[in-house]
Nanobody
Framework: QVRLMESGGGSVQAGSSLILSCVVSGHRFDEYQMAWYRQLPGKEREGVASINVWSVTHYSESVKGRFTISRDNARKSLDLQMGSLRPEDTAMYYC????????????????????WGQGTQVTVSS
């Protein structure tokens, strides 16, 4: 059983930075495609950043240049460094794990990911 636990969310001012972390329990961490998605109430979950087993990354256009995704296989941790935060970054952020080593559309439909954490709220005020 794979379990994910996110942390690091909070309420910040525009222009601030935050680091989200996701710790994964279960084996084969280094064989997972992983990603951060975010969701607003009543909206679809949207891909923010992803990283595959070879540490190839993808970012949505809205966060490119401001966010950095990284993985630490020894700590079984996935991080999202968020900089220059904007009010439109406000959302619940979720960490996802796919049992595929890589996905053709890693920021596509969220059903590609097999496991999700409970989420961590990020609120950015202007």
């Amino acid at each position: 059983q794979v379990r994910l636990m996110e942390s690091g969310g909070g309420s910040v001012q525009a222009g601030s930075s935050l680091i989200l972390s996701c710790v994964v329990s279960g084996h084969r961490f280094d064989e997972y495609q992983m990603a951060w998605y975010r969701q607003l109430p009543g909206k679809e979950r949207e891909g923010v950043a992803s990283i595959n087993v070879w540490s190839v990354t993808h970012y949505s256009e809205s966060v490119k240049g401001r966010f950095t995704i990284s993985r630490d296989n020894a700590r079984k941790s996935l991080d999202l460094q968020m900089g220059s935060l904007r009010p439109e970054d406000t959302a619940m952020y979720y960490c996802g794990v796919s049992e595929a080593v890589s996905l053709d559309d890693p920021l596509g439909p969220s059903h590609q990911y097999d496991y999700w954490g409970q989420g961590t709220q990020v609120t950015v005020s202007s």
